[in-house]
């Protein structure tokens, strides 16, 4: 999606999107560029998140920062200066891209002042959420698909009006690294989820359906949050909350439709930026030449 798409009918209308995390994986780069401010091709990779938010009818766009990334609040504000001088060289289509940018969503930016987890990144959202039904999308899952991600969560939710997570199929000895989900089938990629465990240690994990950075929730998670002890690594996990929403309000899992890339990861990033420069017809060409070249030459 462009920043110039339009925009669906909202089945949510706020959505929560954590971005307080140190990047270490992307050091040195990270130590000060936002992790989530690294490009895919030159466009940020936040910013693919928050274009899918807006392609599924999200109005509110929440983003949970930290300390030294006040970028990403700059990205989606408008840049008067730059603009001015844009449009003063005659580069006005360049200006007027920076300018849609900023006027994609209303963006409300909250300051996640300890590392406590991704659940206590939920929780920092609240008051600005209300009580109302939400989405979080993880700025490190890019998911590439007709429709976007959130939107086929959020219509899962609009039928069962349960809590729904984005699940994928991984093999067996990648579960220890995610957050797994096993349940009943209910059919149309619908799972009825009866366990969800953080990171289960090899040879324990009750399936090998892993929950994917796409969430749609009620807004009784949030004294569950407040409540939780710390679990995984002593921070707040997510999934130990949504364990206890299985419990007294149910959860589903749904098999989402599309192409995902972990952008958190370096390989995955890179096959995220070749996959979303291969889209574009002014640079396939000479992508994919060199990427014959690369296989002719490359030792096996």
Known sequence: MSANAPKAEPLIRKCVIPAAGLGTRFLPATKSIPKEMLPIVDTPTLQYIVEEAVAAGIEDVVLING????????????????????????KTADADKLRAIAEL????????????????????????????????????????????????????????????????????????????????????????????????????????????????????????????????????????GLATLQKSHGLLGYKFKGQRYDAGDKVGYLKANIAYALKRPELRGGLLEYMREVVKTEKP
């Open 67 to 90: 300390r030294g990334k006040s970028a990403i609040e700059d990205h989606f504000d408008i840049g008067f200066e730059l603009e001015t001088t844009l449009r003063a060289r005659g």
């Open 105 to 240: 969503v209303r963006v409300v930016s909250i300051r996640q002042k300890e590392p406590k987890g991704l659940g206590h990144a939920v929780l920092c959202a609240k008051s600005a959420i209300g009580n109302e039904p939400f989405g979080v999308l993880l700025g490190d899952d890019m998911i590439d698909a007709e429709e976007p991600g959130i939107r086929q969560l959020a219509r899962v939710f609009r039928q069962y009006n349960q809590a729904v997570i984005a699940l994928m199929e991984v093999p067996d000895d990648e579960t220890h690294m995610y957050g797994i989900a096993a349940g009943t089938d209910l059919g149309d990629g619908v799972i009825r989820i009866d366990r969800v465990v953080e990171k289960p240690k090899k040879g324990t994990a009750p399936s090998n359906l892993a929950v994917i950075g796409r969430y749609v929730l009620p807004p009784e998670i949030f004294p569950i949050l407040e409540t939780q002890t710390p679990g995984v690594g002593g921070e707040i996990q997510l999934t130990d």
